[in-house]
């Protein structure tokens, strides 16, 4: 089989390592990809969000299956046209892929059929959101409706960190059309868990959860990233919670999707705040996480590409989805100065004992030689049997990899290990 694999970062070479397991695949096309992918793809020079050119090629090449990934051409409808040129899809249409897009029509979806979130309100203009804030109990979050690369979330503590949130978003136009309409909601507390599942709208089977450190430095300090590190399976997302979840909201998020027209197909992300009153979501997303696919990905003991394809073709009931027992850790290796501004074109070099899972997010080809070209570098995964194991052999493995200006923060796991 012909695979194309939309996207080009860490997620992406997660995924495509798991699907070259499938001995039917003989060859994967990264679009765009980038040079630590091109060891395992063949990367072609095309963006995520050039949907003609991508239809184009997976055309010209005969593609017998596409991965569309990103958030971007999965607003965009890239499955849509894909599967108009037909070739089948991973992934949501974009009717499906709004429960992303706009964080508006989530809320509204959650509050239409009873699943339990924050407490908000919707804004276009914003006269009448700062005049909301006056009344808001402190903190509040604020967020842009549309996508902004998992930026898009302020925290304020105060009612002039607030205001200048909503003219940021709104005056500013900081995350472009996205922050013309904004949500107002409530903050909330507990631990964070991310969940992703594989669904075809009829059914839907959860993966391992995992937890994300979002934050830039150690002890969750510093600026929001899009994500230091993860580790998995997450501590506080008991069997007994993890029913709960099924129940009260993955379940009835699939049926509200399908009661409203837009049938959700493929990978759905569940963002959860496990509060005192019980388990809320805090977002969702149309697609795998990142980095949470590179710690989930690893434990996935069955064949993913049959179980895209299932999801893909409404058969996913019949198919076996299993995960291992063990535990997983992602460390993520970053430019100094991210997510703010850093240096680039570092060249990257790998002791010839690693022992480890290494996925490149940001990173090109020049000459023979690996070079840093992004914020967040690659991620060091590491697996066993219990996650104080796999936390430390993580760390280990991290010390194998060089490039200068390197930073990571050396706390990821810590949370979970406490909890345990």
């Not at 969000?49 to 569309?68: L, S």
């Not at 709208?201 to 150690?218: I, N, Q, W, Y």
């Not at 099924?246 to 992300?269: D, N, Q, S, V």
């Amino acid at each position: 089989m012909k695979l194309m694999v939309i996207g080009g970062g860490g997620r992406e070479h997660a995924i495509i390592k798991k699907l070259k397991e499938n001995p039917s695949v003989e060859v994967i096309y990264a679009l765009p990809g980038n040079g630590g992918i091109a060891a395992d793809a063949k990367c072609v020079n095309i963006a995520a969000t050039d949907i003609e050119g991508i239809v184009a090629f997976a055309a010209a090449e005969k593609i017998d299956f596409a991965v569309v990934t990103p958030d971007d051409p999965l607003v965009l409808g890239a499955v849509d046209a894909l599967e108009a040129a037909g070739i089948p899809c991973f992934g949501p249409e974009k009717k499906a892929a709004i429960i992303e897009g706009s964080k508006a029509f989530s809320k509204d979806l959650m509050r239409r059929y009873n699943i339990p979130t924050a407490q908000y309100e919707v804004f276009t203009d914003r006269a009448a959101a700062l005049s909301y804030l006056e009344s808001c109990d402190l903190p509040i979050v604020i967020k842009a409706d549309g996508l902004a690369l998992g930026k898009g979330v302020i925290i304020a503590q105060s009612r002039e960190e607030a205001r200048s949130a909503i003219d940021t978003m709104m005056v500013d136009k900081k995350f472009g059309h996205s922050g013309e309409r904004v949500v107002i909601e409530e903050f909330l507390t507990g631990p964070e868990v991310s969940v992703l599942s594989f669904t075809d709208g009829e059914t839907l089977v959860p993966m391992v959860s995992s937890m994300d450190h979002k934050r830039a430095h150690d002890g969750d300090a510093g600026p929001n990233t899009g994500g230091m590190g993860t580790v998995a399976p997450n501590p506080y997302y008991t069997p007994e919670m993890a029913a709960r979840c099924m129940e009260e909201i993955f379940l009835p998020t699939i049926r509200a999707m399908k009661a409203e027209g837009r049938t959700f197909r493929g990978c759905l992300y569940f963002g959860l705040m496990l509060t005192p009153k019980g388990p809320k979501v805090i977002e969702y997303n149309c697609r795998f996480g990142d980095p949470e696919t590179q710690v989930v990905l690893p434990l996935l003991e069955s064949d993913l590409l049959t179980v895209m394809m299932a999801c893909r073709n409404g058969t996913l009931a019949g198919t076996e989805v299993k995960f291992s027992a063990d535990a997983a850790c992602c460390v993520v290796m970053a430019s100094d100065g991210y997510p703010g501004s850093y240096e680039k074109g570092h060249e990257i070099t790998v002791d010839g004992d690693f022992d480890a899972q290494l996925y490149i997010a940001g990173a090109k080809e020049k000459d023979g030689k690996l070079l840093t070209s992004g914020g967040r570098v690659l991620g060091v995964v590491a697996t066993a049997p219990a996650l104080k194991d796999a936390v430390a052999r993580a760390y280990k493995q991290v010390e194998k990899v060089h490039f200068a200006n390197a930073y990571y923060r050396r706390d990821i796991g810590r949370r979970a290990l406490e909890r345990e």
